[in-house]
């Protein structure tokens, strides 16, 4: 398998694994949205090239046509030629240096994920607590108030007793 074969099947690969959606729905601001939208739209333009631009061989070139029809000493001089050029082989050094530090990303990235949806929850559920105490609001009492925050009645207590009334 050429070099070039190697890297267009490791980018195809790459291209399906990658979660864009997922990726997405992380996005907070217009401007990362934006940004993102450039970053996936650039991977398919390069992904798409390599797949149709360079991951087709060369056809052979059929050198007993060409002798044919302009004579076997110029065309052995082009094969001779044709022949000699050396096409360096592509060595992938970026892979290996980047893809350790992208996947500590995506464990980061994971545990933030993870960490948001409990904050997300607490969050929720302190909206819901303190919906139910705005429809109660008129009709509780501080006993049952303070039931809730006991916190708040220990302060209270504490002043009380210091006589500390606020001023």
């Keep these: 398998m050429s070099g070039v074969k190697k890297v267009t099947d490791v980018a195809a690969k790459a291209g399906k694994a990658i979660d864009w959606d997922g990726l997405a729905k992380m996005l907070v601001s217009d ?3 934006k940004e993102f939208a450039n ?46 050029i050396e096409i360096p082989k592509y060595v992938d050094t970026v892979t290996p240096e980047y893809k350790p530090k992208f996947d500590a990303l995506l464990i980061e ?3 933030a994920e993870k960490t948001s949806l ?8 302190e909206i819901a607590e303190l919906k139910e105490m705005k ?3 008129s009709t509780m009492t501080a ?6 925050h006991p916190e708040l009645k ?10 500390y009334w606020g001023y």
Excluded: C
């Excluded at 992904?47 to 052995?76: A, C, M, R």
């Excluded at 409990?118 to 559920?125: N, P, Q, Y």
């Design 31 to 33: 401007e990362a949205r």
């Design 39 to 84: 970053l996936r739209r650039t991977f398919e333009d390069v992904n798409h090239q390599l797949q149709t631009k360079f991951s087709q061989e060369p056809k052979p070139i059929d050198w007993e046509y060409y002798k044919k029809g302009i004579g076997s000493k110029v065309v052995d001089m082009y094969k001779e030629a044709y022949d000699s």
């Design 109 to 111: 990235m994971k545990e």
């Design 118 to 125: 409990k904050e997300s929850e607490r969050i929720e559920k």
């Design 135 to 137: 429809k109660k609001i």
């Design 143 to 148: 006993d049952e108030y303070f039931a809730k």
């Design 154 to 163: 220990k302060k209270f207590d504490d002043e009380i007793r210091n006589d």
